[in-house]
Every structure is written in C-alpha cells, then in structure tokens.
Nanobody, 122 residues
Framework: QVQVVESGGGLVQAGGSLTLSCAVSGSTFSVDAIGWYRQVPGGQRELVASINTGTATTYADVVKGRFAISRDSTTSTVYLQMNNLEPSDTAVYYC????????????????WGQGTQVTVSS
C-alpha cells in the first residue's frame, strides 16, 4: 500500500526558512503528481504547491516567490522549501500522492500523509 510520511516541521521565527520532506513508498513515484497542502484549525485543507511528473509546478498565490517544490526520484522524496516564512504560514502541512493538478484546479487522491506541524512566530 502507498505510504506517505511528512517530516521537517517545527518552530521558526518569521523570516526564517524550513524545508519539509515527503517520503513515499508503494507508489509509482516517478509518474505520480505530488501536492503539498496545509490546514489551519477550523479551516479547509488547501493546496500550497504541486509538482507533476515532469518539471511543471503550481503555487498558491500567497506563497509564490517564497516556496519551492521539488522531487528526488532516487530517494522517492518530495521537498517543500519554505523561505521568508510568515506567521500566516503556520499550519499542519500534508503531502498527497497521485493527484491531478492544473493551473486552475486540483484533485487530490486519497493517499495522504499524517502531516507535519509548522509554526512561525513573530
């Protein structure tokens, strides 16, 4: 079965950087699209960034220029590099494997990780 494990979350000060990792097993990683989502208490899970099987990526407007998504096929790992973090970036970040992404819509699969907490202090 597909296993998705996020890691790398933690507490950082505003303006700092953090890199999240999403380790994937049991899937056709090289051909699966990956999406990073985040969710705040009482809110819905929203797409932050996605990467397709090639180099095509999408980003939410609020993180453009600050976040970067990438993948390493040798380790079946997807990364989310987050720079110039803001308190509004505080959320639980989730990785989704095998969804479908275009510039104007996203369709996540049912393969989610358990999430990793990111907290940005002022």
């Amino acid at each position: 079965q597909v296993q998705v494990v996020e890691s790398g979350g933690g507490l950082v000060q505003a303006g700092g950087s953090l890199t999240l990792s999403c380790a994937v097993s049991g899937s056709t990683f090289s051909v699966d699209a990956i999406g990073w989502y985040r969710q705040v208490p009482g809110g819905q899970r929203e797409l932050v960034a996605s990467i397709n099987t090639g180099t095509a990526t999408t980003y939410a407007d609020v993180v453009k220029g600050r976040f970067a998504i990438s993948r390493d096929s040798t380790t079946s790992t997807v990364y989310l590099q987050m720079n110039n973090l803001e308190p509004s970036d505080t959320a639980v970040y989730y990785c989704n494997v095998g969804g479908y992404y275009r510039a104007n819509f996203d369709y996540p699969s049912n393969d989610w990780g358990q999430g990793t907490q990111v907290t940005v202090s002022s």
